[in-house]
């Protein structure tokens, strides 16, 4: 059975820095991403890691990596700078395919989530 959890989500003043993981069990996954969703917004693409590289939303850029862990099967979203407006909860995503996926209809395994506060 594939799960993904999720862990690191906390509350953080704005400027700090936070670092999710997301353990996989079941299977290994060729591609793995984070995904953010605002209380009333859509789920939004935040970074992925795939064989070819890794992709952020431009937002993130410079202040968020994606890493991952091959022999621990675990994906890490390294955050800095965090913003009020990045406030949400944050799911780790993992698919088999080659290709790095932006969006969240492309992937068929999720995590539950974990909740990231930035405060002003």
């Known amino acids: 059975q594939v799960q993904l959890v999720e862990s690191g989500g906390g509350l953080v003043q704005a400027g700090g820095s936070l670092r999710l993981s997301c353990a996989a069990s079941?299977?290994?996954?060729?591609?793995m991403g984070w995904f953010r969703q605002a209380p009333g917004k859509e789920r939004e693409f935040v970074a992925v890691?795939?064989?070819?590289?890794?992709y952020y939303t431009d937002s993130v850029k410079g202040r968020f990596t994606i890493s991952r862990d091959n022999a621990r099967n675990t994906v890490n979203l390294q955050m800095t700078s965090l913003k009020p407006e990045e406030t949400g909860v944050y799911y780790c995503?993992?698919?088999?395919?080659?290709?790095?996926?932006?969006?969240?209809?492309?992937?068929?395994?999720w995590g539950q989530g974990t909740q990231v506060t930035v405060s002003s």
């Open positions: 890691i795939g064989w070819s590289g890794t």
């Open positions: 079941g299977r290994t996954f060729s591609t």
């Open positions: 995503a993992a698919d088999s395919g080659l290709m790095p996926k932006v969006t969240p209809k492309q992937y068929d395994n």
